[in-house]
């Protein structure tokens, strides 16, 4: 990301939306929106692969793993503003589990990317899977978007659920209700 390039387009909104970009508040406004940008997209430039950093093992147990209540903070791109919530994570593992921390890695890599919910739910789950070769894998995200929140329609108390399930979690009832009830709903602000 051209920081300096940026930093010129920050200045020249500034004074389109009738700023003064040399007023004593704003002096460093640019420098300060560019690196808040580059910092909340830098999943563009992160690679998965490295991420997960060879933190996958093997195991033996067949079992449900879930992780509950990862904070999740992304720009919509329809309007560039901010979405934030909770997303959870279940999967079956075959043979291979992930480094826990790699699972919030991976909802912050997909999600300091322009996005719409829908497709970071999918993306999470679909890189879950390839990662450990998993059985079944679910993934519940609930956000609050402030393109809803503080324009548009307004309505504050508004909370966007998504879900992707994949494999078992999809193909079995039974798997995918033991999921959802070990994971909270209702608290989509972290």
Request: aromatic share 6%; net charge neutral.
């Amino acid at each position: 990301m051209n920081l300096e390039r940026v930093q010129q387009l920050i200045r020249e909104l500034l004074v389109e939306i009738g700023e003064d970009p040399n007023r004593e508040g704003l002096l460093r406004t640019p420098e300060r929106v560019a690196k808040s940008y580059e910092f909340l997209t830098q999943g563009y430039r992160e690679n998965v692969t490295m991420a997960i950093n060879n933190a996958v093992f093997a195991s033996s147990a067949n079992n449900m793993i879930v992780a509950r209540d990862i904070e999740v903070y992304s720009l919509c791109e329809h309007h560039m503003l901010p979405f934030f919530g909770r997303c959870h994570i279940g999967y079956i593992a075959k043979t291979k589990v992930l480094g826990l921390s790699k699972l919030a890695r991976l909802v912050d890599i997909h999600a300091r990317r322009l996005q719409i919910q829908e497709r970071l739910t999918a993306d999470i789950a679909t890189e879950i899977r390839r990662a450990v070769d998993a059985e079944g894998v679910g993934v519940v995200m609930e956000c609050r978007h402030l393109c809803m929140m503080m324009r548009g329609v307004e309505k504050q108390n508004s909370v966007f659920t998504t879900s992707s399930v994949l494999g078992s979690f999809h193909d079995s009832a039974a798997t995918r209700a033991e999921f959802f009830s070990l994971i909270p709903t209702g608290k989509a602000t972290p």
